[in-house]
């Protein structure tokens, strides 16, 4: 008689809609039968250890945009992380109590230590929007779509790279399709339109990792 695979362990790094988007598409997409949310961490929006001032949280949002990511990790019995992932204290978090097989980052206000992305068997990786101009991109940064913006792209892509020491500078997994910008478009128009995507492209890439 045949058995199922163990489920494979991921946790998720992510806040904002495209923290939202991929979290949605592991909690209830075709996924969710092949793989366990262990973990979720989120930027703590009021706190200092978030990089406000560089990153979405500069942008107009809403009070509701700040917690969409915790809000849906709570409603599936995951108690959201929003402390400094730099600490030993998560780290014990992490390696005892999560044991992820694979992390995601998608819109997080933290970098990522070594202690943290070389932990995981399958790999630690992040989503980052750019274009196809080489790798690792022009657009490497805290605020790549407000870079693309200001060059007048027409169009974005998003990256799937593993996590290093660098500044989305990691080994190139995977470019998604052509994402065109409309006329007008604000940093935050892009991250609502670019993130059901990228959480999709997220997901057929790490469907093609899991056993």
């Known amino acids: 008689m045949s058995t199922l695979p163990p489920l494979v362990r991921v946790a998720v790094f992510g806040s904002f809609h495209r923290g939202f988007h991929v979290l949605s598409e592991l909690l209830k997409g075709p996924l969710a039968q092949r793989v366990r949310v262990v973990g979720v961490a989120t930027d703590d929006v009021g706190s200092d250890h978030v ?5 979405v949280w500069s942008y107009p949002h809403t009070p509701a ?4 990511v915790e809000r849906l990790a709570l ?8 402390g400094r992932v730099k600490t030993d204290e998560f780290c014990r978090l992490f390696q005892d109590q999560w044991q992820p097989d694979l992390c995601i980052a998608a819109t997080f206000g933290q970098r990522i ?6 932990w995981p068997r399958l790999g630690f990786y992040n ?4 274009i196809d101009d080489g790798w690792p991109s022009h657009y490497a940064g805290p605020n790549p779509f407000q870079a693309l913006l200001d060059n007048g792209s027409d169009h974005v892509l998003i990256a799937m790279h593993e996590v290093d020491d660098g500044f989305d500078t990691g080994r190139l997994l995977a470019l998604s399709e052509k994402i065109y910008v409309p ?4 940093v935050v128009d892009l991250h609502k339109l ?3 995507l990228a959480a999709k492209f997220f997901a057929h890439q790490l469907g093609k990792m899991l056993p």
């Open 183 to 186: 006329t007008g478009a604000t």
């Open 51 to 55: 990089s406000r001032g560089r990153r």
């Open 113 to 118: 230590d070594a202690r943290l992305f070389q």
């Open 75 to 82: 409603s599936h019995g995951i108690v959201p992380y929003k």
């Open 65 to 68: 945009e700040e917690v969409m």
């Open 127 to 130: 989503l980052h929007p750019c």
């Open 194 to 196: 670019t993130s059901p």
